[in-house]
């Protein structure tokens, strides 16, 4: 353990990347405020949090909801830093114009709070990838300059339209009042976020990633040359990011681009008892077209990737099979 530092607010804190970040903050030294969603009979477990290594000591839970920004309030006065990762449950919100308001309003209420606090030295938010895959320019590796169109998107008539339309004008949103208001923010970017996880559901980055180990043939065509990070390298870019005195803007964070074929290559060496789909067979599987993207920006700044593929399964395959998953 480092030396105590913070506190510093998590939204978010009990999903995927937001119970990553939480552990790797405790472990740098830092005061963690983790916001969950409001669970008035206390039903759900946050063990997983609670548990951790200098939990007992240095996190404390508060609850808020987009739906209320100023229940945000409470968590962020004070603190020296805030990492904005909650964001609308995409598997609930499905109308774009709804899940893009609560998103917008809550980030823009969770800045006003902070710029209020008079304390909050930076913002990291944690974006997606989807606010810069999609902006119709057909490039093969696109950087921070891209964004998305969302009226592009919804031209091509998926279903991930109201997650990119929410993502994208938050982001927007995000950066414009910073420069408006002088708060400091640095932006992540990130791809498909795989590894382990500490929540007690399964994360729908990791559910898609192992989608040629649990069968779901109707999900192989959105791993058509995906590109991907690994969740421990995603959390330690937001603290260097936060750290780093001179971030600025946004940071793309992606390992690589790999192909489906490759996948199963590596799974079928990996894991034989899985009866995964040969290289062959996935040649004929239909996907939409994807960029790549550059994280030369991020790596300038003086981050190093250190997870690879193997890690990344790895680590989700246990995190499955020890909850039941698999």
Partial sequence: MEEEKGPVCVTGGAGFIGSWLVMKLLQHGYTVRATVRPDPERKRDISYLTSLPGASEKLHIFYADLDQPGS???????????????????????????????SVEGTLGI????????????????????????????????????????????????????YVAAKTKTEQA???????????????????VIGGFLCKTLPSSVHLFLCMIQGNEHLYGY??????VHVDDLVNAHILLFEKHDAKGRYICSFAQVSLEEMSRFLSAKYPEYNIPTADYLKGIEGHKTCGYSSEKLLKSGFKFKH????????????CREKGFL
């Fill in 111 to 162: 800045l006003r709070a902070c710029l209020n606090s008079k304390t909050v030295k930076r913002v990291v938010y944690t974006s997606s990838a989807s606010t810069i895959s999609h902006s119709g320019t057909n490039k093969e590796i696109v950087d921070e300059s891209t964004w998305s169109d969302v009226d592009y998107h919804r031209s091509l008539k998926v279903i991930e339209t109201p």
């Fill in 308 to 319: 690879g593929l193997e890690d990344m399964f790895d680590g989700a395959v246990r995190s």
């Fill in 223 to 228: 791993l058509k040359n995906k590109s991907i």
């Fill in 72 to 102: 945000f309030n409470a968590a962020i006065e004070g603190c020296t830093g805030v990492f904005h990762v909650a964001h609308p449950n995409p598997l609930k919100e499905q109308d774009e114009k709804i899940v893009t308001k609560k």
């Fill in 174 to 192: 995000a950066l414009e009042f910073a420069e408006n208001n002088g708060l400091e923010i640095v932006t992540l970017i990130p791809p498909l």
